[in-house]
Each structure stands twice: as structure tokens, then as C-alpha cells.
């Protein structure tokens, strides 16, 4: 599917791919991690972090597209979403040593940064590198990737979460963010 794609937006692809593949793992089976394995964790826990996330996240993610807007080198939106997958992979590790909600509100806040610094400057990379005549399938084969891959592994999470526990699983997604912030680094010399 990415053969027809050059290589700019087959390398974001693949770095969204690994990333949404990791959060994918953890999403069917993150409520059960906060009931089982966070004092006083329930339903109410996991609705305030995820609250915590999106405000986060919604919060930030204009005044960085702004910043972003203002800079004339495509490398500064390339760090922006390595530092943030870089953050996204901390909150995940974060959540092994979490014991109390409050460590759960915090490694959220911190996932909702990592994802505002992440969309701006991936959208930003992503708009510009688009071969003329493919922006439909660009973006439509990106969809898709992302899809499959958040889909197989939200079957897998539950399955190694299971079988190998919740560290476990928060190890491979921080492992798969990690690689979603490595792979941009591919094409860092290539960009303006």
C-alpha cells in the first residue's frame, strides 16, 4: 500500500503506525489495569484521566501549532514529534510504577502533552511531502494503516496483559513509542 507513497510520508506513516499500534495495545484493557492495580482505581479514575489527557492535550495543542506556524524549519516540527512520542513513551513507563491515582493523573498529563506536540508538527510534515495528485490516498492509506494496526493489537493487549501482566505490556508499548520517535530520524537530513 505505501509503495506508491514517497519516502517522507511512508516514514510517518510507519512512525504512526508504531505509535498508534502501542496506545492501540493498551486501550481495551487500561480500566481494568487502573481497577485491579491502583488504590482506590475505578471507573471514576479512569474517566478523570482520561479527562486529565484530552484537556491536556486540547489545551496545549494550539499555542504549539502556533509556535510551530512561526518557525520556518520543518526539522523544529520533526524534533516536536520526537519529543513527544518520547513523552507519550515516558507516561506508558510511568504507568509500572504507578500506585495511586494521582501517579495515573500525572503520566496523563504528561501522554497529553506528548500527543500535542506530536500532531502539529506530524500534520505539518505530513501536508507538505503529499505527491501532488496523492493527497486522497496519502492520507487515506495512512487511516488505514493505523487502523489495522490499533486493531490487531487492541486484540493482542488483552492477550498480553493476561498471559504476561500489565508491566509487561506497558514495557512493549513503551518499546513501540520509543520506535515511533526513532523513525522521523530517518528523514531529519532530508527536511528544510
Excluded: C, Q
Excluded at 496545549?60 to 518520547?86: M, Q
Amino acid at each position: 500500500m505505501t509503495k506508491t507513497l514517497n519516502k517522507f510520508i511512508r516514514i510517518l506513516i510507519y512512525s504512526d503506525l508504531a505509535l498508534l499500534s502501542g496506545i492501540g495495545f493498551m486501550a481495551p484493557v487500561f480500566a481494568i489495569f487502573l481497577t485491579d492495580n491502583i488504590k482506590g482505581g475505578g471507573v471514576e479514575v479512569a474517566g478523570f484521566a482520561a479527562a486529565i489527557y484530552w484537556i491536556i492535550k486540547s489545551i496545549v495543542i494550539i499555542p504549539i501549532g502556533t509556535y510551530l506556524d512561526r518557525k520556518p524549519s520543518e526539522k523544529v516540527d520533526l524534533w516536536f514529534i520526537v519529543g513527544g512520542n518520547i513523552l507519550v513513551a515516558a507516561s506508558t513507563f510511568g504507568y509500572i510504577f504507578s500506585s495511586l491515582p494521582w501517579h495515573i493523573y500525572l503520566f496523563e498529563a504528561i501522554y497529553g502533552l506528548g500527543v500535542a506536540m506530536n500532531v502539529p508538527g506530524y500534520t505539518a510534515i505530513f501536508t507538505r511531502h503529499i505527491s501532488s495528485g496523492k493527497e486522497a490516498t496519502s492520507w487515506s492509506v495512512k487511516t488505514a494503516i493505523d487502523g489495522i494496526g490499533s486493531g490487531i493489537a487492541g486484540a493482542l493487549g488483552g492477550l498480553v496483559a493476561a498471559s504476561f501482566g500489565f508491566a509487561a505490556l506497558f514495557v512493549g508499548v513503551g518499546i513501540l513509542t520509543l520506535i515511533s520517535a526513532l523513525l522521523p530520524l530517518f528523514i531529519l537530513n532530508e527536511l528544510e
